[in-house]
């Protein structure tokens, strides 16, 4: 199992402790480290700058939102940033949810997702591989655009720049069950949300067909400390943030994927304390069982038996959501 180094997104202005704590990882050996995007700092500004800092560590993103940029565009910034890196970008997409979609990117969140996602992959593919100009008449992409509003002078065309790779990695961050499923059939890796290894079961439908050198890739919380109750804090502001804010009341994937993990009182209690404004409340309802199964939290010890369950499943390469770089270096030890 490869060791990644999660940073996520900025807060209110950049973060001074990203670039050292990704250098701090590519000297520990990680393969790779990531960088996300919501509403503020985007994707793949802040890995260009960790590529221009360090040699051999993978960069990926989790994720680019879709409806952040075109398919071209998208294909564009990986094309560029992997030949500037040398061949070390990992490009991971994701939807997001509807009020994100609507609310931030001003845009209409696809009534299919599964074909929205599925058009959106087969664009960036046919970039990389430059065989020919891109054509797509698809529900939601289309190449060239053929709407009413057009002009109908649309050109297919082909990227001038040559790709350095036409097999680099794509991976899909998805949480609903035929997501998933569809997600190991065109994608070469999944970034699932949340992973937890003592539930196998709440995957394992969708999962049930992996190919060969199928990438997953979770995140987790890592932190070694003396008090795992204190250090799961983190980890419940996070998913009270995630699960009671990050969507509708009616629609919010996080919410429904907590659900479908065994958590599903706790997870309509979280949604309905955050969104009538009690945010604390929310927090602390979030139960310790649920962020400490997936998250890695606690003496060395504990994290070193609790490791090898996570060994023990599909997971390929496990992403660290560290600030600290002791934990870090645990974890190489411990991986090792």
Known sequence: MRLGLALGYWGRGPSADHLPLAQEAERLGYHSVWTAESWGSDVFTPLTWIAAHTTRI??????AQMAARSPTTT????????????????????LSGPQVVEGWYGRPFPKSPLTATREYVDVVRQVLRREGPVELDGRFHQYPYRGDDGTGLGKPLKPITHPLRADLPILLGAEGPKNIAQTTRIADGWLPLYW?????RAYEAALSELPADFL???????????DVAEGLLPVKAMLG????????????????????????????????LFLAGRRQEAVLAVPDA???EISLVGPRERIAERLELWRKGPV??????SPDPHSLRVLAELNS
């Open 75 to 94: 294909a564009m910034h990986a094309l560029t940033l992997d030949h500037l890196s040398g061949g070390r970008v990992m490009l991971g997409l994701g």
């Open 196 to 200: 937890s290894p003592t539930r196998p």
């Open 241 to 272: 943030f995630y699960i009671g804010g990050m969507g509708h009341a009616a629609r919010n994937f996080h919410a429904d994927l907590m659900a479908r993990m065994g958590f599903e009182e706790e997870a309509r209690l979280i949604q309905e």
């Open 216 to 226: 997953v890739a979770p995140m987790a919380h890592v932190r070694v400390c003396d």
């Open 290 to 292: 649920f962020a400490d």
């Open 58 to 63: 993978r960069l990926g993103t989790a994720v």
């Open 316 to 321: 390929t390469d496990l992403l660290a959501l």
